[in-house]
C-alpha cells in the first residue's frame, strides 16, 4: 500500500527535475531544507532521522540534489522527504514537507480492531514492515 | 560585429545576441573602473566572446557538451583578483552559464576541519553554498600542506576535485594566490591544473597607474589632492614600493586612509576657522608628506 503523507503524495512520484523546481521555489523563498528518513512508515511517527543539519543560506537547488542523491545512495531502501522550514516569524516552522523516496514494496498496515466494554471498538494501526528490526524493515 | 552566422535553417545576428545578454555594460565597466591590467582585460573579453559563441552553438544544438570554466588568478596582493572574480561571476551569470551569479568566497579556514571527519561536511556546506555561481577560494595553495602528511587540505582537494569535475554546469571554482606559490601548487596537485581551464596572471601596477588608482579612489570618496599634494604623492608611490609588504592597490587604499585622518586632524587643529567644501575635499602636501615613508631612519615609524 503506497503511503499518502506529505505534499504531493496523491501524484505519482516526482521526478528529480520535479523535486529540483520544488527546492529550488523554497530556496527562493527564503526557507532553509532539510533531508530525513525513516523506515517506519506510521503515520504518526514524527521523529524521522536527519541527514546532515538543515541547509541554510543555499542560492540553489543543486546543492540540495547533491546530498538528497548521497543520501539515497545510502539508504535508498526507506522513505526519505524533504522539509522547507520558514523563519521569517522568529521560529522554524515547515511549511512544505513530502516524500521523495520510498521502498520498492510498501507491505501497508494491519488494523487491529479491540473489543472493548459494551461492544465499543479500539482501533489501531500497525505497519507490516515495523515486525521486523529497524534497519532490515525493506529489501 | 556585423557577421551572420547563416545555418541550413537558423540565422544568428551577433550584435543582438550581445545586447540581450547585456555583458557590454559589464565589459564598459571593468574597463572604466579598473584602472591598467590590459591582459587581464583581454583574457575576459576573449573569456566572454567564447562563451557568447558557445551559447549560440547550444541553441543551434552544434554543442551539448558544458564548457570547463574553472579558473585560476595569480598575482601579487592588492591586484584586483578578488574584485575581477566577481564580474566575471556577473558575466557569466548574464551568458546562462552559472544559474544564481553569488559568489561565494573561501579560505582554508571555511574547507578544511580540525579533527577527523570535520572535513568533509565543512567542505560540503561551502559547496552547497556556491551552487549556482562561484566558489572564489582566495590563497588556494594553503589547502595542500606538502609537510604534514596528516593534514586534512587533501580531503578537501579530493571532494573539490571531484564535484569540479561531476558538477561542471552547477558551479565556477575560481583558484586565486600569489603566482609561485600557486604554481608551486599546481605541480603538487596536476588534478587541478588539468580541470582548470584559464589561468589568469594578474601583472603589478605601474606607478602611473597606482596614481591613477588612488585618483579614482578619492573622486568616489569625494575628495582630492591639492597640486602640491599629487606631487608628494607621486614621490609617496616610488619610496612606498621599494619597501616589503607592498600590496599595491591596497597599499595605496591604505595610505589614503591615513592621509585622510591627517586631513581631519589638521583641519580639527584650527577651530576658529572658516572652512569652505573646498577645503574640506582637499588632502595637501603636509598630509601626504607626514608619512613614515619619507623618514629615512626607521626610529621615528610611530609617528605614522
Known amino acids: ?139 | 560585429m556585423d557577421l551572420d552566422i547563416a545555418d541550413m535553417t537558423n540565422t544568428v545576428n551577433l550584435r543582438e545576441e550581445l545586447e540581450s545578454v547585456g555583458i557590454v555594460e559589464i565589459l564598459a565597466q571593468l574597463d572604466r573602473e579598473l584602472i591598467g591590467l590590459t591582459p587581464v582585460k583581454t583574457r575576459i573579453r576573449e573569456i566572454a566572446a567564447l562563451l557568447l559563441i558557445e551559447r549560440i552553438r547550444k541553441r543551434l544544438n552544434l554543442t551539448s557538451e558544458v564548457p570547463t570554466l574553472h579558473m585560476s588568478f595569480t598575482g601579487n596582493p592588492g591586484t584586483g583578483k578578488t574584485t575581477v572574480a566577481l564580474r566575471i561571476a556577473s558575466i557569466l551569470h548574464r551568458l546562462g552559464f552559472v544559474r544564481r551569479g553569488q559568489v561565494v568566497s573561501v579560505t582554508r579556514d571555511e574547507l578544511v576541519g580540525q579533527y577527523i571527519g570535520h572535513t568533509a561536511p565543512k567542505t560540503k556546506e561551502v559547496l552547497k553554498k556556491a551552487m549556482g555561481g562561484v566558489l572564489f577560494i582566495d590563497e588556494a595553495y594553503y589547502l595542500y600542506r606538502p609537510d604534514n602528511e596528516r593534514d586534512y587540505g587533501q580531503e578537501a582537494i579530493e571532494i573539490l576535485l571531484q564535484v569540479m569535475e561531476s558538477q561542471r554546469e552547477d558551479l565556477v571554482v575560481i583558484l586565486a594566490g600569489y603566482g609561485d606559490r600557486m604554481d608551486k601548487f599546481f605541480a603538487s596537485n596536476p588534478g587541478f591544473r588539468s580541470r582548470i581551464a584559464h589561468h589568469i596572471d594578474f601583472p603589478d601596477y605601474s606607478e602611473p597607474e597606482l596614481l591613477a588608482i588612488a585618483e579614482l579612489m578619492l573622486r568616489d570618496m569625494n575628495y582630492k589632492f591639492s597640486a602640491d599634494a599629487r606631487e608628494a604623492f607621486i614621490r609617496y608611490i616610488a619610496l612606498r614600493k621599494t619597501q616589503p609588504l607592498f600590496s599595491n592597490a591596497r597599499s595605496i587604499r591604505n595610505a589614503l586612509d591615513r592621509m585622510r585622518l591627517r586631513q581631519a586632524n589638521r583641519l580639527v587643529a584650527d577651530l576658529d576657522r572658516v572652512l569652505a567644501a573646498d577645503d574640506i575635499m582637499s588632502l595637501e602636501a603636509s598630509d601626504v608628506l607626514a608619512s613614515r615613508v619619507f623618514l629615512n631612519d626607521g626610529s621615528m615609524t610611530s609617528s605614522a
Open chain 1, 1 to 139: 500500500m503506497r503511503i499518502t503523507q506529505g505534499c504531493f503524495s496523491f501524484l505519482p512520484d516526482l521526478t528529480d527535475e520535479q523535486i529540483s523546481r520544488q527546492v529550488q521555489y523554497s530556496l527562493e523563498n527564503g526557507w532553509a531544507v532539510n533531508i530525513e528518513f525513516t523506515d517506519d512508515p506510521h503515520p504518526r511517527n514524527n521523529l524521522w532521522e536527519m541527514w546532515g543539519l538543515p541547509m541554510f543560506d543555499l542560492r540553489d537547488a543543486a546543492g540540495v540534489m547533491m546530498e538528497l542523491n548521497q543520501c539515497r545512495k545510502v539508504y535508498g531502501d526507506r522513505y526519505i522527504r524533504l522539509s522547507a522550514f520558514d523563519s521569517s516569524h522568529g521560529w522554524e516552522s515547515v511549511r512544505l514537507s513530502f516524500i521523495v523516496n520510498r521502498p520498492k514494496e510498501e507491505p501497508g498496515f494491519h488494523l487491529e480492531r479491540h473489543e472493548v466494554a459494551g461492544r465499543n471498538i479500539r482501533y489501531t494501526t500497525r505497519s507490516y514492515a515495523a515486525d521486523r528490526p529497524e534497519g532490515r524493515r525493506y529489501g
